[in-house]
Nanobody, 127 residues
Framework: VQLQACGGGLVQAGGSLRLSCVGS????????MNWFRQVPGKEREFVAA????????YYPDSVKGRFTISRDNAKNTLYLQMNSLKPEDTAVYYC?????????????????????WGQGTLVTVSS
């Protein structure tokens, strides 16, 4: 499984960005994809996730109401629409893939359960 993320950049506070992540690979259909972010010196944290079934979405309070996760299954592409960005959203954003069978048992919020990671895309929000 390979993941390729893009869409990061520099934006002013209050602005918007849309991240994309394309997944590929022979066994890709057995995996679900979600978004995480990491600030240097801090632990990686989830920012948006689909449940293992894809029927529900999860967001931490810090981004709820501002970020939206979506996907286009036909294109194997995951998106993260980020609105009303704040300086504290500055981080490297990663898409990650977890086996659906793992997600069903262990959930989707713990980054340590994920098997594959994209290269990360830097989002910088200036004040």
């Amino acid at each position: 499984v390979q993941l390729q993320a893009c869409g990061g950049g520099l934006v002013q506070a209050g602005g918007s960005l849309r991240l994309s992540c394309v997944g590929s690979g022979r066994s890709f259909s057995f995996y679900g994809m979600n978004w995480f972010r990491q600030v240097p010196g801090k632990e990686r944290e989830f920012v948006a996730a689909f449940s293992w079934s894809g029927d529900s979405t999860y967001y931490p309070d810090s981004v709820k109401g501002r970020f939206t996760i979506s996907r286009d299954n036909a294109k194997n592409t995951l998106y993260l629409q980020m609105n009303s960005l704040k300086p504290e959203d500055t981080a490297v954003y990663y898409c990650a893939a977890i086996r659906i069978s793992t997600a069903r048992i262990m959930g989707v919020l713990d980054y340590r359960r994920y098997d594959y990671w994209g290269q990360g895309t830097l989002v910088t929000v200036s004040s």
